[in-house]
């Protein structure tokens, strides 16, 4: 049970008081670069055909089966599931460019949005295989994170179907506490779907934030571009629980 040393007029235990909150803004759609890659708001005209080529370099479709969408059959299936799905405000999708390809190589969202609790999600994430375990996969969740707090937001989630173990594994390398399985949360492609819950709050940030740009920093990497130091070796020590 939690303990709090805050108590009302009438003895009984509060949250702690936060008399200069003020709820964050939605996020702008803006462009966030790094060294490595570069963020900006999905476009059918811009991504689409580059993201649709590389994702069939995943010949299987494995990376499709925790995802609510795909696989799909042909570009123009592809383009019609971002016209539907991916231009509001809430998801709000991201292409992810490979500054070193100049193409986008995979995509993420911010998503559930709530603004006067001050809490952002961040899902929808499809990696190509030109993405998957390259320094781009790591520094463009690290952007996103970077500015989810700068505007404000007290607590950043993540969450995937528990049978996902990559995707698991990378919430708690990226730093994300585990903090749960919610049973039977949804069906997803008419399959029971239980949820495992992952969170960061604004106050784990500033260490987390000094993990990232030590991992992130050129002298972290050798001249093959290798890490000479994992993440997890950074983060791991940060967490508040593991699942």
Avoid at 18 to 40: H, K, M, N, S
Avoid at 84 to 89: E, F, I, P, R
Avoid at 147 to 152: D, N, P, R, S, Y
Avoid at 197 to 226: R, V
Wanted: aromatic content about 10%; proline content about 8%; overall charge positive.
């Amino acid at each position: 049970m939690n303990s709090t040393p805050y108590k009302n007029a009438l003895g009984q235990p509060v949250g702690t008081p936060l008399p200069q909150w003020t709820p964050p803004p939605r996020p702008p759609r803006v462009t966030l670069t790094g060294r490595f890659c570069r963020v900006e708001p999905l476009s059918i005209e811009r991504h689409a055909n580059d993201l649709f080529a590389a994702n069939a370099l995943d010949t299987t479709g494995a990376g499709w089966t925790y995802l609510t969408s795909g696989p799909f059959a042909d570009l123009s299936s592809y383009r019609q599931w971002i016209q539907n799905s991916c231009l509001g405000d809430d998801p709000l999708y991201q292409a992810i460019i490979d500054l070193q390809l100049q193409k986008p190589v995979g995509i993420a969202s911010y998503m559930r949005i709530d603004t006067k609790g001050g809490v952002i999600e961040v899902g929808g994430l499809r990696y190509s295989p030109l993405m998957q375990r390259t320094p781009v996969a790591t520094e463009a969740m690290y952007l996103m994170m970077k500015q989810a707090f700068a505007l404000g937001y007290r607590r950043y989630e993540w969450k995937c179907d528990s049978l996902n173990a990559p995707s698991r594994a990378a919430a708690q390398r990226l730093g994300f506490s585990y903090e749960g399985l919610f049973r039977q949360a949804t069906v997803n492609k008419n399959r029971n779907r239980d949820t495992a819950w992952f969170s960061i709050i604004d106050g784990e940030w500033p260490a987390l934030n000094d993990a990232f740009t030590t991992w992130l920093a050129p002298e972290n990497f050798d001249a093959n571009g290798k890490q000479k130091l994992s993440l997890s070796q950074l983060t791991a020590p940060l967490l508040k629980a593991h699942g």
